[in-house]
């Protein structure tokens, strides 16, 4: 990790999300858009969040650990 200095905090809040999300072909490509931005800065993420996961977010997380790569590494 570098001195603190432009290093990100990240914060996902997947408050009121459900399965209407998933069937939405626009959300689920802004979704892929997000993640491949958010390992194009890997480096400069020092850590980060994911608060009001349910359990359909624990299974996408689960299922798609090796899509998001060394992102997940960082996240609690």
């Known amino acids: 990790m570098g ?36 390992e194009s800065c890997y480096e400069k993420i020092a850590y980060g969040y994911i608060v009001n996961a349910n359990t359909l977010v624990d299974g996408i997380l689960n299922f798609g650990k090796g899509l998001m790569g060394r992102f997940m590494e960082r996240m609690e």
């Open 3 to 38: 001195s603190g200095e432009d290093e990100i905090v990240l914060l996902i809040d997947y408050d009121g999300f459900n399965l209407d999300h998933l069937q939405s072909q626009e959300n689920m490509r802004l979704t892929m858009q997000f993640f491949e931005k958010l």
